[in-house]
């Protein structure tokens, strides 16, 4: 994989317009509340841990609750992590799958009634990833990216929307491609039905923006490969990891974009390097292989 697509793209330097929606209207999040569902590793963990240390209250909900071989924290590790870091108990954990109705109540539920606010802002990071080819696509596979990343997905942003839906401001940011990906052949083509769900949360997004005009409602989406679990044990393993920048990056954007004012910074599909750019944050640091150029970097089509 990381070899067509090697020969399929390379690199020019381009400069991007600094982003003025991204001005931001906080020095830090403290008393704020977030809720990140996919918050036990990768990039919903980075965020999580992002939110904490500028001081807000965090909840990472998630399935996985005992140590598994190929992921490296559970819910309850990465909450612990986190409060370690930022020495408050601003970081909690709760068992949930978004698939079930009941769960997504639990879960929103604890957290107001642990952190005493009310819901400033939500991640909607959870998802599956199957990649087949249409006719090599199995139901049960089909089925499985349908509950949790159009039908989990919707069902809970909604239910973060109905406890928001009062605040005088918010934030909802979606992991999710941007729409002009719709014209990328290769996003399509392989793995037809995984991009199919995943434009879904990119129209959440977008018209959610709309009908919910006091909450900042956005899609954030990676450069490049991100050194993640689906990375090292789906799509490359440990070649595609060098090439690749640390999920860190989608932390300090989604950071970025949460300290920003609601009422202006929505509607947008970011990518993280120009998130970090607007703000003169050199991009540079992310990468996993220090000496390696960015030009050699992995694009992504998986997150």
Not at 14 to 33: A, R
Not at 92 to 99: E, G, K, L, T
Not at 209 to 234: C, H, M, Q, Y
């Amino acid at each position: 994989m990381m070899k067509a697509v090697k020969q399929n793209y390379t690199y020019v330097l381009k400069s991007v317009k600094k982003d003025k929606t991204l001005n931001p209207m906080y020095k830090d999040l403290k008393n704020k509340t977030f809720i990140v569902a996919g918050g036990s590793r990768g990039v919903g963990f980075e965020i999580a841990k992002n939110l904490a240390v500028n001081g807000a209250n965090v909840t990472i909900v998630g399935k996985t609750i005992s140590k598994h071989p190929k992921l490296d924290k559970t819910i309850f590790s990465a909450a612990e992590e986190i409060c370690d870091l930022t020495k408050r108990p601003n970081c909690m954990a709760v068992q949930c799958d978004i698939r079930d109705s009941k769960q997504i109540d639990f879960a929103i539920s604890e957290t107001l009634d642990v952190y005493g606010k009310g819901l400033y802002g939500a991640v909607l990071n959870a998802s599956a990833l199957c990649l087949n080819k249409t006719l090599d696509q199995t139901e049960k596979e089909v089925e499985l990216m349908s509950a949790i990343n159009i039908n989990g997905t919707y069902l809970f942003g909604q239910k973060c929307l109905q406890q928001m839906i009062n605040n005088k401001r918010g934030h909802l940011l979606l992991i999710a491609p941007p729409l002009n990906m719709l014209y990328t052949d290769e996003w399509w083509v392989n793995h037809f039905y995984y991009s199919m769900s995943k434009f879904n949360m990119t129209l959440m997004a977008k018209f959610w923006s709309k009908e919910f005009p006091n909450i900042g409602v956005n899609t954030l989406w990676p450069r490049t490969t991100l050194d993640t679990a689906p990375v090292r044990n789906i799509l490359g393993g440990g070649e595609m990891v060098k090439h690749s920048r640390s999920p860190r990056i989608m932390g300090d954007s989604g950071g970025i974009i949460f300290k920003s004012d609601p009422l202006i910074c929505t509607g947008n599909n970011y990518i993280d390097d120009e998130v970090l750019a607007s703000q003169d944050i050199d991009v540079e640091q992310y990468r996993i292989t220090k000496e390696m150029k960015e030009k050699d970097l992995m694009p992504d089509f998986f997150c």
